[in-house]
């Protein structure tokens, strides 16, 4: 049986226009992040957002458990594990890129890319590109309930990102991987032309104008990412 591999790009399409829809509607609701906050309940075996408590939920697909506070520690909290590196980036990706851009998959091909872009989230789970590949093949594999819970985390992990700020100056949003910066970016609808690191650890995204926009740049706060990532080695 085959299956149209275009479609993998009509279905990230419209999961990232939806997914931007709702962070616009809900950019006016700025939590910031409490890092010392985070730091105490997810490194507290009695909290409910103990990060291995979080991180087999997270990777399992429970059901109706995993919410957005859920995805704010899990998201942060990784800064705070010994294996969190925010350069990190996946052996398995190169396997992915050699189905997406094929016009036609059959049955074992689609059960390639769950594979290898499940390897990939295993490297870097909070890969977008690898999460939404992933969330295709499920779909055309029609794991449909699986897909739903899946489409459900992406999006309650760019919500966990999208609340801790509104990309001002002012209230950067606050990220644990550069990648990230251009995947908001992306899924605001805007296209990245340049890239300035700021005085205190705050990044500028300088972004093509567009005609329905007056955004010319979007801030992001990476201090606690090159902190961590100094503090373990990564420069």
């Known amino acids: 049986m085959k299956r149209n591999a275009i479609s993998i790009f009509a279905l990230i399409a419209v999961m990232l226009t939806a997914f931007a829809v709702d962070a616009g509607a809900q950019k006016k609701e700025l939590i910031p992040v ?19 408590k979080l ?11 995993f919410e957005r506070e859920d995805m704010r520690n899990l998201y942060y909290g990784y ?8 350069y990190r980036q996946s052996q398995y990706a190169d396997k992915v890129e050699e189905y997406i851009y094929k016009k036609e998959l059959t049955r074992e091909e689609c059960d390639s890319l769950e ?17 939404e590949f992933f969330a295709y093949a499920l779909k055309a594999k029609k ?35 550069p990648m990230h910066e ?14 300035e690191a700021l005085d205190d650890g705050i990044d500028y995204v ?26 373990k080695g990564f420069e």
């Open 79 to 86: 800064m705070f594990q010994e294996d969190y590196n925010p």
């Open 182 to 195: 251009y995947d908001i970016v992306n899924y605001l609808g805007f296209k990245a032309i340049d890239h």
């Open 115 to 131: 594979y290898y872009a499940n390897l990939s989230l295993k490297d870097n789970m909070f890969d977008f590109e690898q999460l």
């Open 206 to 231: 300088k972004v093509e104008k567009r005609d329905d926009s007056k955004a010319e740049g979007f801030y992001f706060d990476v201090k606690k990412m090159i902190e961590e990532g100094s503090r």
């Open 55 to 65: 991180l087999k939920s997270y990777i399992s697909f429970s059901y109706n458990k």
């Open 143 to 177: 794991k449909y309930a699986r897909y739903e819970v899946f489409k459900k985390n992406i999006h309650l992990l760019l919500s966990a990102i999208m609340t801790s700020g509104d990309g001002t100056k002012e209230h950067p949003w606050v990220v644990n991987s």
């Open 34 to 52: 409490d890092f010392d906050r985070v730091k105490s309940v997810t490194s507290n075996p009695e909290s409910r957002y103990y990060f291995p």
